[in-house]
Nanobody, 130 residues
Framework: QVQLMESGGGSVQAGGSLTLFCEAT????????MGWFRQAPGKEREGVAT???????IYADPVLGRVNVSYGNAKKTLVLQMSDVKPEDTAIYYC????????????????????????WGQGIQVTVSS
């Protein structure tokens, strides 16, 4: 059982920076994959970034080079740092988590397919103005 809650959202000027946080509550804080997704008005939910248990991250093309995802507080918190934000970054941002798949002596995480992730936060609004 995993509970997730986002914080740190709000309004920011284009070209500026913001940081989102995801607080995780679970019986265990190891053996999980985590990620950030977003949904703009009238659009499908899309992946932003995922991170595995070793800290390895994958970023979606629209945000590549402008975002960084990392763990904080002994993996109880997931952090998304964004810089040079653009109006098209405006969306509701969701934190997601799922159990690590252990195969071939390695940890594997789901990709950007939203249906592959089991646990979700309620979402938080990010608005980028021109």
């Amino acid at each position: 059982q995993v509970q997730l809650m986002e914080s740190g959202g709000g309004s920011v000027q284009a070209g500026g920076s913001l940081t989102l946080f995801c607080e995780a509550t679970s019986d265990s804080y190891s053996g999980y994959c985590m990620g950030w997704f977003r949904q703009a008005p009238g659009k499908e939910r899309e992946g932003v970034a995922t991170i595995d248990s070793d800290g390895g991250a994958i970023y979606a093309d629209p945000v590549l080079g402008r975002v960084n995802v990392s763990y904080g507080n002994a993996k109880k918190t997931l952090v998304l740092q964004m810089s040079d934000v653009k109006p098209e970054d405006t969306a509701i941002y969701y934190c997601a988590a799922d159990q690590v798949r252990r195969l071939y002596g390695m940890d594997w995480c789901p990709g950007f397919q939203t249906e592959s992730w089991k646990y979700w936060g309620q979402g938080i609004q990010v608005t980028v103005s021109s």
